[in-house]
C-alpha cells in the first residue's frame, strides 16, 4: 500500500469521528417547546385557583431561571428545569382541582342533609 492510500485510509476514520464528535456537540437545540408547553401550563394552572399553592410560584420561577439557561446556551440545565416547572405546576394544578372537589363534596353533603331535614319534617 502507498502512503498516500495510506493517508487516505487513516485520515477518512479520523475526519468522519471528527464530524460526527463535532454534530453531536452542536445538535443540542434550546428546549423551546418544553418550555412553551410549560409556559402553558403554568397560565392554565393559574385559570384553575392555582395560585395560591407555592408550586406554582416555584414553576414560575424555574421557568424563568430556565430562560436564564437558554440566554446562556446551557441547554441541558434550561431542559431539565423545565421539566422541573413543569412538575411543579402539574401539582400545584392538582391540588387547585383537590380543593375545588373537597369544597364541591361539603356543598353537596349541605344540600343532602337540607333535603334529609326536609323529608323528615315533611314525614311528621
Known amino acids: 500500500m502507498t502512503t498516500k492510500k495510506l493517508r487516505h485510509w487513516v485520515g477518512t476514520p479520523i475526519l468522519l469521528g471528527s464530524f460526527i464528535l463535532f454534530a453531536g456537540c452542536s445538535s443540542k437545540q434550546p428546549p ?3 418550555m412553551a408547553t410549560t409556559e402553558a401550563f403554568i397560565l392554565n394552572a393559574q385559570t ?3 395560585r395560591d399553592y407555592v408550586e406554582l410560584r416555584q414553576a414560575q420561577d424555574k421557568l424563568e431561571q430556565a430562560k436564564a439557561a437558554v440566554q446562556q446556551k446551557e441547554y441541558d440545565v434550561a431542559e431539565r428545569l423545565a421539566d422541573q416547572a413543569l412538575m411543579d405546576a402539574k401539582l400545584a394544578e392538582a391540588k387547585a382541582e ?3 372537589s373537597r369544597k364541591a ?3 353537596m353533603q349541605k344540600s343532602i ?3 334529609k331535614r326536609e323529608v323528615d319534617r315533611a314525614t311528621r
Open 32 to 34: 423551546t417547546e418544553k
Open 48 to 50: 384553575k385557583d392555582a
Open 98 to 100: 383537590a380543593a375545588s
Open 105 to 107: 363534596a361539603v356543598e
Open 113 to 115: 342533609d337540607t333535603l
